[in-house]
């Protein structure tokens, strides 16, 4: 962060800077969670064959999605963030539409990354 010309760091302006973030965090991994359990039905009406074995995988993301919403306040749950983002990525290969999903939410989750990157240092 840059100074206001007297030596001293900017200030983000928020109270609590650290929860601010967390709560970005959570609110980025929760709105993936819930996208990815309301996909299934779109998904399997347009015609693909999504078995059991992806159901369960897509329900399995979400869950993690939803726990590590919860956890944000440990430091690697960040770095967990991002893990389960590259297994979205990699669930593409069930189906092109989870892919897509997976590009967004990389996108959502880089821009969280981002934020605290430059509130917190």
């Given at each position: 962060m840059t100074g206001?010309?007297?030596g001293q760091p900017r200030r983000s302006g928020l109270r609590n800077p650290q929860r601010a973030v967390r709560g970005l965090g959570a609110a980025a991994l929760a709105l993936e969670a819930l996208v990815l359990l309301l996909a299934i039905q779109p998904i399997r009406a347009v015609?693909?064959?999504l078995g059991g074995a992806?159901?369960?995988?897509v329900v399995t993301l979400a869950v993690v999605a939803a726990l590590?919403?919860?956890?944000?306040?440990?430091?690697w749950a960040w770095h967990a963030g991002t893990v389960?983002?590259?297994?979205?990525l990699l669930s593409g290969l069930l189906h092109w539409s989870l892919f897509v999903l997976g590009v967004m939410f990389a996108l959502v989750w880089?821009?969280?990354l981002h934020v605290r990157r430059v509130?917190?240092?």
């Amino acid at each position: 962060m840059t100074g206001d010309g007297d030596g001293q760091p900017r200030r983000s302006g928020l109270r609590n800077p650290q929860r601010a973030v967390r709560g970005l965090g959570a609110a980025a991994l929760a709105l993936e969670a819930l996208v990815l359990l309301l996909a299934i039905q779109p998904i399997r009406a347009v015609g693909a064959d999504l078995g059991g074995a992806a159901i369960a995988v897509v329900v399995t993301l979400a869950v993690v999605a939803a726990l590590l919403a919860g956890m944000m306040r440990r430091p690697w749950a960040w770095h967990a963030g991002t893990v389960l983002q590259g297994l979205l990525l990699l669930s593409g290969l069930l189906h092109w539409s989870l892919f897509v999903l997976g590009v967004m939410f990389a996108l959502v989750w880089a821009y969280a990354l981002h934020v605290r990157r430059v509130i917190l240092g």
